[in-house]
């Protein structure tokens, strides 16, 4: 009987690199309310949470009501510009999802972002349906480290956590991967570190069986600790 094995995908910095976007649509709805941001705010606070980057900007003037009213703005502003301008996958990445799809993995976005935006990227690149599942911001209550996001993945797609490869591109995701049992491979387009079982500047770098070899290898290993020779 062949054991279902997964990939959990990380949206931002491994799939599309939407930086630019994310910065316009910030700088933009910034602006509207009068409260002007530099590049160096923006990326001083990039990936976090909408509400963590509100509250640094507005300081006493961020009410729960226009956190909620301003980051909503600028979410829509970004899959405004996300529909109107496109967006390129980054090199390799959907010839991979792609690929997986069609050896019968099974595959989920893992992502910290609104569901929204997850969904309008999905559809601007006509991928959605190489995905059973998508864990976005709506889902999970604690962001990564925490590995809820990836188990939250995994019991949807009905995967065993170490059956499941994360592809990550920040160290906390790495990190909350390995808390969460499973292998991890990370996207470093910058080169640099990432605590990851295989570290990559480009998913188009990666080995042909890149993916099998990881989940075998760790079957491999399994089966020799638990052998009669290792009690």
Known sequence: MTIARAVLWDMDGTLVDSAEYHWRA???????????ITVEEFLATFGQRNDSILRQWLGERATTESIQRIGDAKEALYREYVR??????LPG???????LRREGWRQAIASAAPRANVE???DVLQVTECFQAIVSAEDVHRGKPDPEVFLVAARKLDVLP???IVVEDAQHGIEAARAAGMKSIGV?????CLPADIVVRALDLLDANAFKTMLDDAASLEANTMSPSHQ
């Open 84 to 89: 109107h301008y496109g967006i390129a996958p």
């Open 120 to 122: 309008t990227i999905l």
């Open 188 to 192: 470093s387009q910058s080169g640099n």
């Open 93 to 99: 990445a959907f010839d991979w999802v792609r690929l």
């Open 162 to 164: 170490a059956r499941c």
């Open 26 to 36: 910030w700088r933009d709805t910034m602006s509207r309310e009068g409260s002007p």
